[in-house]
């Protein structure tokens, strides 16, 4: 009884705000050096176009396993947070994993696992290509390399500044939250029917909290405005030159290069594979 | 050279019924360093936008009159433009970074502008401010200070004439405040800015401004050269401006005729060392003794915690902390930004728990309590009132932890509690909209609810003029009667000094001292260790008489007498 109870301490203390702020942040700024990071944004979301698109055109369970264990492994490089490699597998289940596994338990054949495998597998490939480019790239790289592909600035500058906030909104929602948790009183929650009231009550809260949440925030971002505005924000937007000094900051190195020919490669051997089998 | 020049100036904010600034005609000269003094409200902040142009380009409203700077017209001139020229840091600088790491929010403005340079530029306003080594740091990685030298770097890479700054030292501990002002003065001695401050702390304008304008009612009274500003300790009363203590003190003394009337009133402790004698027969008051037997309602045992951080090990912010909390102490916690206070109080509501270790809340566990149940034993004010306000009008933020416990006349409690806190007229108002004394008076309120044993209050005094922090330490006193055990964790020492019985002084998450004022402020290796500045009045009285431990002006006019004494007291 200790031991889960213990247990259920620990899980709600993981999943705490103050916890899924650590892991945005982790997610976006904490994996800088690793050798995805690296990469020229450019290269990455060719190479990301590649993987985001052809499993879903191709059948070949070799072929598709192979293209998996090459973005199992750039997942791996690019340090992606513990949070999101769950949602992943989380994600992953929800869509197709859980029938492959109805599909086992209730003695399905081989003609019934098949094509289900294939799906999970696609998806799989799919979304660990996404997590590698998106989780693994610092924002600021991946808006400059969608500039690059003509995406308006507005857009990146988006993106930057989301990531920029998201630390801060989570913030003040967790002192929101804090708040209701010093002062609220919610229901017993020892028993079953206790715990479900606890759980609505919960909701409940979280819903309550946005109210004074978009408040404290509208009151902040007053400021913000102003200082992008000082800040020539609305200038730069329209300055070609601007533009131009951004760019001039990718360069396509030995590395990338080396990536490229090797993703290159592996693909050809699997679907080489893929021929002979 | 002036580098502002107005004209006439005049303007009201969209829909207002009257304007704020009034037929303002004034130069600022060159190389200049000017605070801008007045009280809340009488259009200080108003003043410096017009001066980047913001208003009346971004901010429109009813304008009239002319604003110059460097030359340039601020109606004609776009605000990029402009913001070359003049550069602004707000009072609520946080908000004014933009960019996630050190370097690329220095060096965004000249990126906007597109200045090919724009990364040298940006290296060189953050050697400017000080802030060499951390180009490449997360802005979540600095403290409080570094923040604000940040957000200054990103006005100072555009290389402007002119630094406007909003309230600089506001929320800082007075080591960083005395950082942000080496970095101003070097500014203004070494690359020539011309340097306004908008200021509450007249202490930094006698040391560091030249000039002092006081604003009144959307007017300019009056810009004179700092001592002479300084000695109008009539007139700044009246606006709610406080000189420094050394020269009310000085002011009181003429007053009752225990210093000539042809002495000019110092504004420094190098001036007040002139002026001042010890009295021969002045002796110190002794503190109140610790009180050791009280009952202990909360007990630290062994406690360490440490923080997750983004990169790498985790933060550790206490290791081994022992400490016990008496009933019936006011407890002043001290220590640097960074040093723990927030932590502690955290730990000791629950909301934090303690990677090892044990808080005790009445001889039991804190960890067996449910958060709920804490808070009848124990409540926290948050230095942020506008974390505190969870409903739409203070009324019903007041009543919320009564009413969701059911506890009879809650409405008589909360009508009684409106009504200490001065907050009746105001209850249907949302608590994000009032100032910041109404602001800090209702979260008091709040807290205070539960009629809780312990109350745990974090910075009750930042961001407020001079006026309403006398107000707050005024209910702070008051709030002395209702609660039992009280902890205060500030910067502000004449709050610690007038208010605590009880100081304890945290330092890397270690407490270096607990003790009285008398043993603290005495103790110098301590004042240099965690570097506390004590209140300027008692640093006067320790310059004249190294033995002398005068708190306040009353106490210093009892122990020290003026030059030219004229009567005998």
Known sequence: ?277 | MNVIEIERLTYSYPGADYPTLKNITVQIEKGDFLAIVGNNGCGKSTFCKTLNGLIPQFISGDFSGSVKACGLDTKENDVGVLAQKVGYVYQDFENQIVRPTVLDDASYACLNYAMADYKERGMQALKKCGLTGKENDYIWQLSGGQTHLLALAGAVSLEPEVLILDEPIAQLDPMHADRIYGVLKELNEKYGKTIIVIEHHTEYIADFCKHVMLMKDGEIQWTLPTDEALRRVDELQECNIFPPQVTIAAHRMQKNGMMSSDIKLPTTIEDGKKVFFKKSDAENIAAKPLNTDGQTVAKFEHVSVSYRSVKGEPHTVFDDLNLDIRKGDKIALIGSNGAGKSTLMKMLVGLLKPTSGDIYMNSKNVRTFKPEEMAKYISMVYQNPEDMFIKDSIGADISYSMQVRNIEESEKRTQELLERFRLTELKDRDGRLLSGGQMRRASLAIGIALNPGILLLDEPTANLDIATRKEIMRTLDDLKSVTETVIIATHDMQLVCEWADRIIVLCEGQVVYDGNRDDVFSNQAIIDKVGIRPPEIFSMGRAISPEMLCYTIDDFLRCFDGEGLTKCV
Not at chain 1, 66 to 77: E, N, P
Not at chain 1, 109 to 138: E, R
Request: proline share 3%; glycine share 6%; aromatic share 12%.
């Open chain 1, 1 to 277: 009884m200790r031991i889960a109870d213990k247990m259920s301490e620990s899980i709600l203390d993981k999943i705490s705000i103050d916890f899924l702020r650590n892991q945005v942040l982790k997610n976006a700024y904490g994996n800088d050096d690793t050798v995805i990071a690296a990469m020229d944004p450019r290269m990455l979301l060719v190479w990301y176009l590649f993987f985001g698109i052809t499993p879903w055109f191709v059948n070949n369970i070799a072929f598709l396993i192979g293209c998996f264990i090459l973005v199992a492994i750039t997942t791996k490089l690019a340090r992606v947070a513990g949070l999101v490699l769950l949602l992943f597998v989380l994600g992953v289940f929800s869509q197709t994993g859980y029938l492959l596994l109805v599909t086992l338990i209730f003695g399905g054949d081989a003609s019934a696992i098949m094509p289900l495998l294939v799906l999970t597998l696609k998806v799989a490939t799919v979304s660990l290509a996404s997590v590698t480019i998106f989780s693994g790239l610092d924002p600021d790289k991946l808006a400059n390399g969608l500039m690059w592909y003509g995406c308006p600035e507005r857009l990146s500058f988006s993106i930057s500044y989301a990531y920029r906030m998201l630390p801060l909104l989570m913030e003040e929602f967790q002192n929101v939250l804090l708040s209701y948790r010093l002062r609220g009183n919610p229901p017993q929650h020892d028993k079953f029917i206790g715990k479900i009231k606890y759980l609505a009550y919960q909701i409940k809260i979280i819903i309550h909290a946005f109210y004074p949440l978009m408040l404290n925030t509208a009151k902040r971002s007053r400021t913000t405005v102003e200082v992008l505005e000082i800040k020539g924000y609305r200038y730069a937007a329209v300055n070609k030159a601007v533009k131009k000094i951004k760019m001039s900051c990718m360069k396509i190195s030995n590395n990338d290069l080396l990536f490229a020919s090797l993703s290159f490669l592996w693909v050809s051997v699997t679907v080489l594979i893929s021929t002979i089998i």
